[in-house]
């Protein structure tokens, strides 16, 4: 910001003043604890959960059709 901008800003609001960022460090620590109960919800699952469980599919696998012969003729 050059001195002009800056000059302009205190004409255009000459009793304003800056009062930061008012929730960068909450909203960031909160984050950090975020991160940090789930890493040690990996870790406990990891650590004292019992082994990988068989995967079972949600849907039945659709059968394969039957073959049969085409019906629809061409002249």
């Known amino acids: 910001m050059d001195q002009n901008e800056k000059k302009r800003g205190e004409e255009l609001f000459p009793e ?3 009062v930061g ?3 960068g460090w909450k909203i ?7 991160i ?3 890493c040690g919800l ?8 019992g ?3 068989e ?7 659709p059968k394969p059709a039957q ?6 003729k061409v002249d």
Do not use: C, M
Request: without cysteine; glycine residues 4%; aromatic residues 24%.
């Open 16 to 18: 304003q003043t800056y």
């Open 21 to 23: 960022n008012v929730w």
């Open 28 to 34: 960031s620590f909160l984050s950090l604890a975020f």
């Open 36 to 38: 940090l109960f789930f």
């Open 42 to 49: 990996v870790y406990y699952k990891h650590k004292y959960g």
């Open 51 to 53: 082994g990988l469980e």
């Open 55 to 61: 995967i079972r599919p949600i849907f039945e696998e």
């Open 67 to 72: 073959k049969t012969s085409d019906t629809l």
